[in-house]
């Protein structure tokens, strides 16, 4: 993109590269993290984009993005947390399609890699109850990343810790967030819902 702040999907990928959070195995870690797509995971939006995008040509991932994606497919302290996307975009056919496009570790795209994916319009509240019943995991033992304070507002108030990226998913914000989590959990915070921002404090 010119600003360096998003990779192409079909180059000659690096892992090694890339930096991975400094949580420890004992840390404690949600069981459940959740993405949003538009401009948190790649750019531009979809609605932008007037014919089906070929990734690496008409639209990236955020350089955060791969290097959190990465670290949750590959690294063994994740073993116990699943992944999953909540968007609320029109263009669902399109959606669906670039998350088996991208590739997140050698062999796995980001569909393999997202348990639960809901994609379509209307309240992220709807895409959460769908993933708490589908997964079982209780809102407490989630994290959510989102570049739009419309969507934290309101899961926020669902008792889910958010992180709000409103230039996509950065390696501080996604730092920052499970750093956020892992205070929270061993002070034993019951109720998690609150948005962590940048030069944001612990809770």
């Known amino acids: 993109s010119g600003q360096g702040v998003a990779v192409a999907a079909k180059q000659k990928l690096d892992w090694d590269s890339l930096p991975t959070s400094r949580l420890s195995n004992e840390d404690p870690k949600p069981r459940l993290v959740v993405f949003d797509l538009d401009n948190l995971c790649w750019t531009p939006e979809l609605y932008q984009l007037q014919s089906l995008p070929t990734p690496g040509e008409d639209i990236d991932l955020f350089e955060g993005t791969r290097a959190a994606l990465h670290e949750l497919a590959t690294e063994e302290k994740w073993r116990g947390t699943k992944a999953a996307c909540a968007s609320r975009t029109h ?102 819902g609150k948005t962590v921002a940048r030069k944001q404090s612990m809770f």
């Open 91 to 192: 263009d669902t056919y399109w959606a669906h399609l670039l998350l088996t496009q991208f590739e997140v570790a050698d062999g796995m795209s980001m569909a393999d890699l997202f348990t639960y994916k809901e994609i379509y319009p209307g309240s992220k509240v709807t895409h959460f109850n769908k993933i708490r019943e589908d997964s079982g995991v209780d809102f407490s033992e989630m994290i959510f990343f989102d570049d739009d304070t419309w969507n934290t507002d309101e899961i926020e108030k669902l008792g889910i810790l958010c992180v709000w990226c409103p230039r996509g998913l950065t390696t501080e914000m996604w730092e920052r967030g499970l750093n956020e989590f892992a205070a929270m959990k061993k002070a034993k915070v019951g109720f998690m």
